[in-house]
C-alpha cells in the first residue's frame, strides 16, 4: 500500500514525509531526524538540514571537473573527450575507437564502447536520450541533483592492472576525516562485488555478502592507496559527511565522483551492526 502511495503521488508528497514512508519500505522501521543513530539516518538528516547551493555543482559529472581541477590538479581528472546537451549532437565519428558515454545528472548511465566497430550506437543514443529526461532528485530526494543541467559526457576509456575494468575505490569520510574504503569491482562481469577495507587495508565485513566471502580472495591492496587518502581528506574538508570515489591506474589517482548520499540513505546491504558503527562516527550538530 505504502509503495503504491508513492508511486502515484511521489511529486506531490513532501520531502521529510517521502523520506519516512520511504526508509520504513527499506527498513521496516520508522526513520528518526529528531534523534538519528545509524549512517542510513543520519544521511536522511543530511538531505533535509545540510542544503548549501554549491552542492549542485558538487554533484554535476561536468561542473565538478573544474572544483577538482583547482583543489588537486586537472592531472588527476579523466581525460574529456566531450560534452554535449542531446545525444543527437554527439559526433561519433570524432571519438576515438574507445571511449565512456554517460550522463552528467545521475548515477547508472555509463555506456563503454571498446570497438566502434561493433558499438550500437542508436541503442547508445535512445538510452542517453532516456536518462536525459531523468531526475534523479524525485528517487530519493537527494535535493543537490534537482537542478543539475542534464548534459552528455564523454571521457577517456580506461583499465587499471585487471586490464578490463577500473575498480572504484570510495573512501567514507566523515566530518572531513578518511575512515574506511569500499571496493567496487568485478562489473565487467555484470556482478558487482563490493568489499570494505580500514585505511591499512584490513578487510571490514560491512557488508551482508560477506557471510560467504573468502579472505584469501579479496582485492589487493592498490599501489595508490596512500594518495587516495590524501586526496579523500582534502575534498571532503568542507562537509559533515561525503563519499569520494577515485580509481587507481598504475599508482596513478583518477577522480571519480564526490558523493554527498551514498545509496540515497537506503544501503540495506550493510549489515545492521555496522550501519549503527558507520553512524556513531559521523558527528551532526544534534548529537
Not at 18 to 25: D, E, G, H, V
Not at 191 to 205: A, E, G, Q, Y
Amino acid at each position: 500500500m505504502i509503495k503504491e502511495f508513492l508511486i502515484k503521488n511521489a511529486r506531490f508528497i513532501p520531502d521529510k514525509l517521502y523520506l519516512r514512508l520511504t526508509y520504513f519500505l527499506c527498513f521496516h522501521k520508522p526513520l528518526s531526524f529528531k534523534n538519528p543513530k545509524t549512517l542510513n539516518e543520519k544521511i536522511q538528516w543530511l538531505k533535509i538540514n545540510d542544503r548549501r547551493t554549491e552542492y549542485t555543482k558538487l554533484v554535476d559529472k561536468y561542473e565538478v571537473r573544474k572544483i577538482i581541477a583547482d583543489k588537486i590538479g586537472d592531472e588527476h581528472l579523466i581525460p574529456l573527450l566531450g560534452v554535449w546537451d542531446s545525444a543527437d549532437e554527439i559526433d561519433y565519428e570524432s571519438l576515438p575507437d574507445q571511449f565512456v558515454l554517460k550522463c552528467n545528472h545521475d548515477s547508472k548511465s555509463i555506456i563503454i564502447c571498446r570497438d566502434k566497430k561493433d558499438f550500437d550506437f542508436e541503442k547508445a543514443k535512445k538510452q542517453l536520450n532516456r536518462k536525459l529526461k531523468t531526475n534523479l532528485y524525485w528517487f530519493g530526494r537527494e535535493w543537490p541533483y534537482k537542478d543539475v543541467k542534464p548534459r552528455i559526457v564523454a571521457e577517456k576509456y580506461m583499465v587499471d592492472e585487471s586490464g578490463v575494468e577500473l575498480k572504484d575505490y570510495k573512501t567514507m569520510c566523515f566530518n572531513g576525516k578518511p575512515d574506511n574504503v569500499m571496493v567496487c569491482y568485478n562489473r565487467s562481469n555484470g556482478s558487482t562485488i563490493f568489499k570494505f577495507f580500514d585505511l591499512s587495508w584490513k578487510w571490514l565485513p560491512y557488508v551482508r555478502s560477506d557471510r560467504y566471502a573468502d579472505e584469501n580472495d579479496l582485492p589487493k591492496r592498490p599501489k595508490g592507496l596512500d594518495k587516495m587518502i590524501e586526496i579523500a581528506g582534502l575534498l571532503s574538508q568542507d562537509f559533515y559527511f561525503a563519499r569520494v570515489d577515485l580509481y587507481d591506474v598504475n599508482g596513478h589517482v583518477y577522480f571519480g565522483e564526490i558523493t554527498l548520499h551514498p545509496a540515497s540513505g537506503f544501503d540495506y546491504m550493510i549489515i545492521e551492526t555496522a550501519d549503527h558503527l558507520l553512524g556513531r562516527k559521523l558527528i551532526l550538530p544534534v548529537d
